[in-house]
């Protein structure tokens, strides 16, 4: 005859199954801790060609880091060389350095670039940024006019220890917002980004020609800078024959 188990022994049994199995998922979750490692992997999916920076990473649990690269140092400002999916780790052969930009590809389209070597008492060029603004002006026996406008600033042209010390490499291109006097100050001349219809103005300026430049703010639409009015043109016709004059205001 089968006995009735009382409420305390059902209760004990209930006990120690429930036990058992808080220990065994414990005993799964610790395994799991020894067999995995941080690392840092792709945040979404991210195809190939792509600078990865912060934004498009984060932390996670993952088993095999034997090829994987842990520290975010390794990853941030690489190009990616393959599609990643979301949750996968990164290893050295996906990973590329981004190549240095040619003199060409930095040139903006529908412009040219040009080296203009400055009056250095006219503006302190030095402290120029990549990307601003300028009016080219020049003064000479003929008087004051401009020979280019909104002209951008790409690089610099050095010479002396400094270029030396570099590997020969005379020429800077100058990224939006870097000092023109980062990796020395020996400025030599200007690398600027024009017009094309601005080239043969800017070559056709003389020795004694003084050349000043004006820069525009950072902020705000780009201010038109024209002498005052001093002149007026008057058209005078004579018969058949036409001819303009200057009359002084």
């Known amino acids: 005859m089968k006995k009735k188990l009382t409420g305390s022994a059902t209760g004990s049994i209930v006990l120690f199954f429930a ?24 945040g979404g999916d991210i195809p190939a060609g792509q600078m990865i920076t912060r934004a498009l990473l984060r932390e996670a649990k993952v088993k095999d880091t034997s090829h994987a690269i842990v520290d975010p140092r390794q990853i941030i400002g690489k190009t990616l060389t393959k599609n990643k999916r979301d949750g996968e780790t990164f290893n050295a052969g996906e990973l590329a350095v981004p190549k240095r930009p040619t003199l060409a590809q930095a040139v903006p389209e529908g412009r040219v670039l040009y080296t203009l070597k400055p009056d250095p008492t006219s503006i302190p060029f030095a402290q120029l940024r990549g990307g601003d603004r300028l009016d080219v002006l020049v003064r000479n026996r003929h008087g004051v006019h401009t020979v280019a406008t909104d002209v951008r600033l790409i690089g610099v042209m050095r010479n002396g220890p400094t270029a030396k010390n570099n590997s020969g490499d005379v020429m800077s291109l100058l990224p939006k917002d870097r000092s ?13 980004a024009v017009y094309p219809q601005h080239v043969y103005p800017l070559a056709s300026i003389g020795k ?8 525009h703010s950072a902020r705000g639409e780009k201010l038109a800078v024209r002498p005052a009015a001093t002149h007026r043109e008057v058209e005078m016709v004579s018969g058949l024959a036409r001819k303009k004059v200057l009359l002084r205001l």
């Open 19 to 42: 036990s058992s199995m808080l220990a065994s998922v414990l005993g799964l979750r610790q395994i799991d801790r020894l067999n995995t490692e941080t690392a840092w992997v792709a």
């Open 208 to 215: 004694s020609d003084k050349v000043s430049l004006v820069l």
């Open 180 to 192: 023109a006097t980062a990796g020395g100050a020996n400025v030599a001349s200007l690398v600027v």
